[in-house]
């Protein structure tokens, strides 16, 4: 089917959307700039793109206010930088209302549900640091119920919208983030699995929107372990995700994240695995996958609709995730998705620690989908040597079930840039290492040499300072 996001033409004004309602939110003063002007009505001809953000789930905090990468600037660094440069003027803006429990529980068992709503409760707060740790990588507060509920409905709301044709695209600036959640299990400062609970609703609860088919495209820089276990047997959602697996010590660990995990039974061959095994990788990198991976595959697949979990923690000079991905990069990723899929988009936040590239990223994207400004797709570096290798893997493994990946890339295709940095992996080293960056713009970067033994404290690729100490070696969940 073809969207309205990808017919290009103008709708009239009268058909513009309604001026939004301004979230709540202590820049409502800045967001007074959102009622129409004449120009913005005259923009507002354009796609319809909602954004959904709600200063309510600033409050799921740390309990005794630690340093914590998933902190509430994120979202608000983001909706600033919306704000500043005037996109939300030209957007359907959206505060968050809660997920009503039941769509919730078709995704998450009913105990972890109620765990979820219950665990904000005063009669919780003397048990709610040692519930947390149970779990890997969460911390609580008596706003993460709130805060995980608004999440989950706001993602559903927005992608409904999206789904009925109110809306071209939309955005939801959300947190907690969801796509490490499994049914019984928060983990990986996920609660809920936000995106799942989305696809799930549509497929189950809206049938009369006629979205069958649903592609899960999961640019984090961390395997979206939560959304391939919910479906792992469901050949209505392909779920894709490219991230760093680091021969399965990096972020959730294990080898659920294993190119080889392709789904089981009905859901054989709709579950895509791309798995790098170092950091460094870029916006080259990730449109090679794009070319020769995602978009001929997503092409066979003609989804209904588009959901993206989008972390931004590959982007350039995150904390945790060791990667290059520009605001340039994620534009392209993005414009390729739209004018070759012919779905409907909607973007979920999932992780990115940098506020500074996690802002500037978000607002490219909203930019595309805006059709603010034409995208040129020119990258000038050229892939990894080891992007090619798993670009080739991925294409044998899924090729009985995608005929359009069993041809052979052309040789002079295939060469790459060679291999990408290597680093000592020892602490003191690791140390000097970061002193050098500093020194050459300041990246924070940590990846793990290609082929080494699993290190602890490597995981997350983060900060010397303790990634390790926010995501953990993971369980393996298979
Ligand atoms: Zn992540």
């Known amino acids: 089917m073809v969207s309205k996001a990808f017919n290009f033409q103008r709708t009239p004004a009268s058909e513009s959307s309604s001026s939004p309602s301004p979230p709540r939110c202590p820049l409502s003063s800045l967001l007074s700039m959102a009622a129409p002007t004449p120009d913005a009505v005259e923009h507002r001809r354009g796609p319809r793109v909602g954004l959904a953000y709600d200063e309510r789930m600033c409050r799921h905090a740390t309990p005794d206010g630690e340093d914590h990468p998933e902190n509430p600037e994120r979202i608000r660094a983001i909706w600033r930088e919306l704000v500043s440069v005037g996109v939300t003027q030209r957007c359907t803006v959206l505060s968050a209302k809660e997920a009503e429990d039941k769509y919730v529980a078709a995704v998450h068992t009913r105990k972890h549900v109620e765990l979820i709503r219950n665990v904000s409760s005063k009669q919780f707060d003397s048990r709610r640091k040692r519930i947390a740790k149970r779990f890997n990588s969460i911390y609580l507060n008596e706003a993460s119920s709130e805060s995980a509920f608004l999440a989950a409905g706001a993602v559903l709301e927005l992608t409904e919208k999206v789904a009925n044709g109110e809306l071209d695209s939309g955005v939801a600036i959300v947190r907690p983030p969801g796509h490490h959640a499994e049914p019984d299990e928060a983990m990986g400062f996920c609660l809920f699995n936000n995106v799942a609970i989305a696809a799930n609703?549509?497929?189950?609860?809206?049938?009369?929107?006629?979205?069958?088919?649903?592609?899960?495209?999961?640019?984090?820089?961390?395997?979206?372990?939560?959304?391939?276990?919910?479906?792992?047997?469901?050949?209505?959602?392909?779920?894709?995700?490219?991230?760093?697996?680091?021969?399965?010590?990096?972020?959730?660990?294990?080898?659920?994240?294993?190119?080889?995990?392709?789904?089981?039974?009905?859901?054989?061959?709709?579950n895509i695995n791309v798995p790098w095994d170092h950091g460094f990788c870029g916006d080259a990198d990730y449109l090679a996958v794009w070319d020769h991976i995602l978009i001929p595959v997503a092409s066979s697949f003609k989804p209904d609709i588009i959901l993206i979990s989008g972390g931004?923690?590959?982007?350039?000079?995150?904390?945790?995730?060791?990667?290059?991905?520009?605001?340039?990069?994620?534009?392209?990723?993005?414009?390729?998705?739209?004018?070759?899929?012919?779905?409907?988009?909607?973007?979920?936040?999932?992780?990115?620690?940098?506020?500074?590239?996690?802002s500037k990223s978000v607002l490219a994207c909203v930019q595309v989908l805006l059709e603010e400004d034409p995208i040129t797709n020119s990258v000038k570096e050229q892939p990894y040597k080891s992007t090619w290798h798993v670009i080739l893997k991925v294409r044998r493994e899924l090729s009985e079930f995608w005929p359009v990946l069993a041809a052979d890339l052309p040789e002079r295709m295939l060469i790459g840039k060679g291999k990408p940095p290597t680093i000592e992996r020892s602490f003191e080293n690791g140390l000097a290492l970061l002193g050098e960056l500093h020194s050459l713009g300041g990246r924070l970067l940590r990846p793990r040499e290609p082929g080494a033994s699993p290190l602890v404290s490597s995981v997350g690729g983060g900060t010397i300072s303790g990634a390790s100490a926010w995501l953990g070696v993971g369980k393996g969940h298979r």
């Not at 497929?203 to 939560?226: A, P, S």
């Not at 990069?329 to 990115?352: C, D, F, P, R, W």
């Open 201 to 270: 609703f549509l497929l189950n609860e809206r049938t009369d929107l006629g979205i069958k088919k649903i592609l899960i495209v999961d640019w984090d820089v961390h395997h979206g372990n939560g959304t391939q276990k919910i479906f792992w047997n469901d050949p209505r959602v392909l779920f894709f995700s490219v991230h760093r697996h680091d021969f399965g010590c990096f972020y959730p660990a294990g080898d659920d994240g294993s190119h080889s995990m392709t789904g089981e039974g009905l859901g054989a061959g709709y």
């Open 312 to 358: 931004f923690d590959a982007a350039i000079d995150d904390p945790l995730g060791g990667c290059r991905i520009t605001p340039h990069g994620y534009t392209v990723m993005m414009k390729k998705l739209m004018i070759s899929v012919q779905g409907k988009i909607m973007m979920a936040l999932e992780g990115g620690y940098n506020l500074n590239s996690l």
